[in-house]
DNA sequence: CCAATGATTGCCT
DNA sequence: GGCAATCATTGGC
């Protein structure tokens, strides 16, 4: 990306990043990594647009072995077969035929695990992400729900595969903690067809935040 | 080849 | 709270 062209303030806000590395993509415990990618942020740098967001809410997908999951019992397609690769990887598909839902793909190559980032808080680039989600003015719904979070940061089906350490798409920390108090766990949302796998705690969110999904979210 | 459907959202009542 | 929108992927024939 050219940063000379950036905002001082965006130039400011880059440089407080610091990217995820490998390491911690491809660990094996895709449900602890679905709760520490809480507070992190994705920075999209498309179309010459800055947009982040920091993540409040999350859910791990667990592979094989998960009814949920694209690839359970080794579900191996086109579309899945990103899942497959090594942690870091974004893996972005159409759901209902019109929202983009983008996930982080973690472990190693060949064990499809995967993290749906299901809401997010605007950090930078907030009139950008009215114009994409033709929304007139910023409220929690702007970047709350899979698809919203998607489009609001121009991630489209097209960004499937892209590295996650990229300069134009990339997930970083900024030194923001949260407690684990303030994480609550829930069973997944719209996966009632996954029998027993449906009840798994494998949903994260931050607790008292205005940027959740479903029936936990704060109406403001 | 083709019908069924989904890790959802937003608009209507 | 109910339901329509909208289509790539999937799996069955």
Do not use: W
């Not at 086109?78 to 996930?103: D, P, Q, S």
């Not at 064990?111 to 994409?132: D, F, Q, W």
């Amino acid at each position: 990306m050219n940063t000379a062209q950036l905002k001082t303030d965006e130039q400011k806000f880059l440089a407080s990043l610091k990217k995820l590395d490998t390491d911690f993509y491809s660990r094996k415990d895709v449900v602890k990594i679905a709760k520490e990618l809480l507070g992190k942020i994705i920075v999209t740098y498309f179309d010459e647009q800055l947009t982040a967001v920091r993540i409040t809410e999350t859910e791990a997908y667990n592979g094989v072995v998960d009814k949920a999951s694209h690839a359970y019992n080794n579900r191996r397609t086109k579309r899945t077969e990103i899942m497959y690769a090594n942690g870091g990887k974004a893996y972005v598909y159409l759901c209902y035929g019109l929202h983009h839902l983008f996930n982080v793909v973690t472990n190693t190559e060949d064990v499809p695990h995967a993290v749906l980032i299901r809401a997010a808080e605007p950090v930078i680039g907030i009139n950008e992400m009215l114009l994409r989600t033709h929304k007139k003015k910023p409220d929690y719904t702007l970047t709350t729900g899979p698809g919203n979070v998607s489009k609001a940061l121009g991630i489209y089906t097209h960004h499937t595969g892209n590295d996650l350490k990229s300069a134009i798409f990339f997930i970083a920390e900024d030194g923001y903690k949260i407690a684990n108090k303030n994480i609550i766990a829930t069973k997944r949302v719209g996966v009632d067809y996954a029998a027993e796998d449906a009840l798994l705690p494998y949903r994260f969110f931050i607790k008292d935040s205005k940027y959740v999904s479903g029936k936990n979210q704060v109406k403001l």
